[in-house]
């Protein structure tokens, strides 16, 4: 071989080589960036361990922080740095004996993490696929089993990293989670590489009626967005629309806050609605699923079908302390000093006229999944209007919730969810939201409901209206 050859071979070889290198040294760099050490793995929990303490609305919260301590310590990392992955999955267990859907950490999220390329909606047990970003596997398909495990074994292994009253409630934080497995389940260690490696997945699933197994590839978070869009969706549900059925005027509202712009486009909506439906004379207000932190939402709503100020009598639970001085503000408590009591304290739902103001026949339609201040709403509305509400019993108990805080953890990129008051009515305690009109329904009914295939309960909720308004 030439001299110039070798030298030209050498000088190809020796760039490839620091080409790699570098790459290997800049991923590397973005690695060590990503880790979280543990002192603020331990900060983040002992976050959480005093918030108990100091603010979490109940009697028993000493207890409660005991056993969360307990629980810690059965999964705590001995490793001087681990990735915001592994602080969700040695946090969020501990927080789960909690058994409030209100107090937990949500999963990280960042765009490396390796995710199956669908995401899922679970139904009593059974796991819909509701996006895909793979041809094989559509919105709609059941998913049987993941690399040979059944879904119920999955979910086992999932339920650690929820929080909630009941399985039911669990089951609704499950979506996100299964899209992780990869990540949460599945990764034996970390590795660092110039390239991302994708891993097959043996999905089994029924598809039209028949079963099949597919291979697919995972991907990442961020290509999943890009990908998923090039293939139909199931419907989601939007956070408010209307449309009339004959004579009856139908709200739906899903799950939003009033920030940012969408309460201007809210009020836009919900003022240009009413102005060109005056004639309405009945109103449905689907609440369904609904699980909005602001109360002020239907509340709004609410004040253009009341001709004259209307107050409610209500009960809520708050500690005193300083850290809830915005909260015990906003129910009338001037704060002096910290006491750590618990307070139940006396307040007031007030309506006053909105214009315009419609005189129509309210009702309200909820199911097992509604919750927080929608929740409240109900109950509230149910001391005002006898013989209005249609669904079935909600799974959250009657005191439940009202007012939650969030605290973003940067380093380990998750948010940290947490009850700050709730209502303290004179019922049991295990007594849940009943409807005047009970609608049961199967979960295939739900399945449907989720697929946009047939809407069961909305379907009997309008027929017991048009009997009722007949009757009268």
């Given amino acids: 071989m030439k001299t110039g050859t070798k030298l030209f071979v050498i000088f190809l070889i020796s760039g490839i080589v620091v080409t790699l290198s570098l790459s290997w040294i800049i991923e590397f760099y973005k690695y060590q960036k990503r880790l979280v050490p543990l002192d603020k793995v331990e900060r983040l929990f002992d976050n959480a361990v005093r918030t108990i303490k100091e603010t979490y609305p109940s009697e028993?919260?000493?207890?409660?922080?005991?056993?969360?301590?307990?629980e810690y310590y059965k999964y705590k990392s001995n490793r001087k740095k681990i990735l915001p992955i592994d602080v969700f999955k040695v946090i969020q267990p501990a927080l789960s004996v909690v058994n409030d859907q209100n107090f937990r950490l949500y999963p990280p999220t960042e765009p490396v993490y390796s995710v199956l390329p669908f995401t899922v909606t679970v139904v009593d047990g059974r796991v819909i696929v509701s996006s895909s970003a793979v041809k094989d596997i559509i919105a709609g398909d059941e998913v049987l089993e993941i690399n040979g495990r059944k879904i119920s074994e999955l979910i086992d292994l999932l339920l650690p990293y929820t929080s909630g009253e009941n399985y039911s409630v669990r089951e609704q934080q499950l979506s996100s989670l299964i899209q992780l497995i990869p990540e949460l389940v599945d990764k034996k260690k970390d590795r660092i590489g110039i390239f991302y490696r994708q891993k097959e997945y043996n999905i089994k699933v029924m598809s039209d009626g028949a079963e099949k197994t597919v291979v697919v590839k995972t991907m990442t978070a961020m290509s999943y967005t890009r990908e998923s869009v090039q293939f139909p969706a199931l419907p989601t549900r939007r956070p408010f629309e209307f449309y009339k059925e004959g004579n009856i005027g139908v709200f739906k509202f899903g799950t939003f806050s009033l920030s940012g712009t969408i309460y201007n486009t809210y009020r836009e909506f919900l003022t240009n609605t009413l102005v060109y439906n005056k004639d309405m004379k009945v109103v449905l207000v689907d609440l369904r699923g609904v699980a909005s932190r602001d109360f002020t939402i239907f509340k709004e709503l609410f004040e253009h079908f009341v001709d004259e100020r209307t107050s409610v009598e209500r009960w809520i639970s708050i500690v005193n302390t300083a850290y809830n001085i915005s909260v015990l503000n906003k129910y009338g408590v001037d704060f002096e000093k910290t006491t750590n009591e618990l307070l139940r304290i006396k307040f007031f739902h007030t309506f006053e006229p909105r214009e315009p103001v419609i005189k129509a026949d309210v009702w309200i339609l909820f199911d097992r999944y509604t919750s927080n201040a929608a929740l409240d709403f109900i109950y509230t509305f149910k001391k005002l209007r006898k013989d209005r509400t249609i669904g079935e019993p909600t799974l959250m108990k009657i005191n439940h919730t009202t007012e939650v805080d969030y605290k973003f953890d940067d380093s380990a990129k998750t948010s940290f969810m947490f009850p700050t008051a709730v209502i303290s009515e004179d019922t049991q305690r295990d007594v849940v939201l009943e409807p005047d009109?009970?609608?049961?329904?199967?979960?295939?009914?739900?399945?449907?409901?989720?697929?946009?295939?047939?809407?069961?309960?909305?379907?009997?909720?309008?027929?017991?209206?048009k009997e009722r308004t007949i009757k009268r």
């Fill in 60 to 70: 028993d919260r000493e207890e409660i922080a005991r056993k969360v301590l307990g």
């Fill in 437 to 465: 009109y009970e609608i049961e329904l199967s979960t295939e009914e739900r399945i449907n409901y989720v697929k946009g295939i047939e809407d069961v309960m909305l379907n009997k909720a309008l027929e017991i209206i």
